[in-house]
């Protein structure tokens, strides 16, 4: 072969490799901006429902800020002023005495008007509102905190105070919500370890349940 051909044989492989290189190279530079952009996409997704959850939050100030209130930021959850280290119910029983009925029945509507007021702003947004029991323990210190009495009266105590509000039209299903009822029983969270008389009562947390921004728009 002669020198001529050799070269231009060579030249003609160099530029068949060039070519190939450079469609592989193509293919992996669109594979990582593709990448790129899902990732960014994601991040960006992700950061809006953040900055929709924070919203959600902001509009919770009413009742965080709420005179009719204590709220517990760690676990966010509302315990009623009025109602605190008052025995609401007689000694292991779960009917509300008759002079706190006027109290449990002002906390669930303005409950029923702060969810009303979510739910109108928040389209396609529900709510989880839980009515959780309490029991304080201030005469048998041999009683353990899982004791399963506990658990069962502060559940029917709890439920006690859902029914109130549900005899008096309180509905807050009309309000995209869902309730749960549940008893700690002499457990939980946020109990008062300095006043255990504190503990008689009951909390609420209300829980946005939310996918993503793009549904709750």
């Not at 502060?154 to 309730?179: M, P, Q």
Request: hydrophobic letters at 35%.
């Amino acid at each position: 072969m002669s020198k001529s051909k050799k070269e231009s044989f060579f030249w003609t492989s160099y530029s068949d490799l060039m070519t190939s290189l450079f469609f592989v190279m193509l293919v992996l530079f669109v594979l990582v901006i593709v990448m790129l952009h899902k990732k960014i996409e994601g991040q960006a997704i992700e950061l809006n429902r953040l900055n929709w959850i924070r919203q959600i939050d902001e509009q919770f100030k009413p009742l965080t800020e709420s005179k009719k209130f204590i709220y517990f930021p760690q676990t966010k959850k509302f315990v009623a002023k009025d109602l605190i280290g008052q025995e609401i119910f007689q000694p292991t029983q779960t009917n509300i005495l008759p002079q706190y009925i006027n109290t449990t029945l002002e906390i669930g509507k303005d409950l029923e008007r702060l969810l009303k007021k979510l739910s109108a702003k928040n389209h396609g947004i529900s709510y989880q509102l839980v009515i959780e029991g309490n029991m304080a323990n201030t005469w048998n210190k041999t009683i353990d905190k899982n004791n399963i009495s506990g658990y069962k009266t502060s559940y029917e105590r709890a439920l006690a105070v859902y029914l109130l509000w549900y005899r008096h039209g309180i509905d807050f299903s009309k309000n995209n919500t869902e309730v749960l009822i549940c008893g700690s029983g002499y457990g939980g969270f946020d109990r008062d370890t300095v006043h255990e008389e504190n503990n008689k009562r009951f909390t609420i947390q209300i829980i946005p349940k939310v996918s993503s921004p793009e549904t709750t728009r």
